[in-house]
T-cell receptor, first 114, second 115 residues
Framework: DAKTTQPPSMDCAEGRAANLPCNHS???????VYWYRQIHSQGPQYIIH???NNETNEMASLIITEDRKSSTLILPHATLRDTAVYYC???????????????FGTGTRLKVLA | SQTIHQWPATLVQPVGSPLSLECTVE??????LYWYRQAAGRGLQLLFY??????ISSEVPQNLSASRPQDRQFILSSKKLLLSDSGFYLC??????????????FGDGTRLSIL
């Protein structure tokens, strides 16, 4: 089962900020939050990730609440090309190997409107 | 910079036929490699992962197998395809750090249809 909960769909006006929420109330202390987006028929594209501090890069900002039970991805100036399915993912360690896996939910379908 | 290649992009196969999907990574060494499958309208499900040559771990029982004959090559195979094997198959890689928080980077996938 997915460890995250996201709204199934959202609309955003072009040029405005898109704020995509995610709940991850069962997150463990060493688990990171990752955001990806997937445009139809393509592989998921990495956006940003964080542990407990807010993060910003050239694509987006990630705000994680102090209790780490939820986060928000912010696209500061949405464009039509940002229309995609956005996945919020909490990593799960694969302890026998030292690596980890992603547990995907169904994501949020963001539609940017002209 | 690192790149990941998957082929073919689309594939149509009859039930009972064999399968071989290939994934290669360039620009990095000793990556972690992953195979995922995405059913229509759903999120991705991890099928296999590999932390080194010849080291394969399976996450779900199924009709598929994986192999890693070279450091940057990951192959997904089946001896006899089932209708339920249809889907979008994605390969991913991640770098190695002591804390395992390196993000995974995905290829463009192979859309497999079984007739």
């Amino acid at each position: 089962d997915a460890k995250t909960t996201q709204p199934p769909s959202m609309d955003c006006a072009e040029g405005r900020a898109a704020n995509l929420p995610c709940n991850h109330s069962t997150i463990s202390g060493n688990e990171y939050v990752y955001w990806y987006r997937q445009i139809h028929s393509q592989g998921p594209q990495y956006i940003i990730h964080g542990l407990k501090n807010n993060e910003t890069n050239e694509m987006a900002s990630l705000i994680i609440t102090e209790d780490r039970k939820s986060s928000t991805l912010i696209l500061p100036h949405a464009t039509l090309r940002d229309t995609a399915v956005y996945y919020c993912i909490v990593s799960a360690p694969l302890f026998t190997s030292g690596t980890y896996k992603y547990i995907f939910g169904t994501g949020t379908r963001l539609k940017v409107l002209a | 910079s690192q790149t990941i290649h998957q082929w073919p992009a689309t594939l149509v196969q009859p039930v009972g036929s064999p399968l071989s999907l290939e994934c290669t990574v360039e620009g990095t060494s000793n990556p972690n490699l992953y195979w995922y499958r995405q059913a229509a309208g759903r999120g991705l499900q991890l099928l296999f992962y590999s932390v080194g040559i010849g080291q394969i771990s399976s996450e779900v029982p199924q009709n598929l197998s994986a192999s890693r004959p070279q450091d940057r090559q990951f192959i997904l195979s089946s001896k006899k395809l089932l209708l339920s094997d249809s889907g979008f198959y994605l390969c991913a890689w991640s770098g190695r750090t002591p804390y395992s928080n390196q993000p995974q980077h995905f290829g463009d996938g192979t859309r497999l249809s079984i007739l």
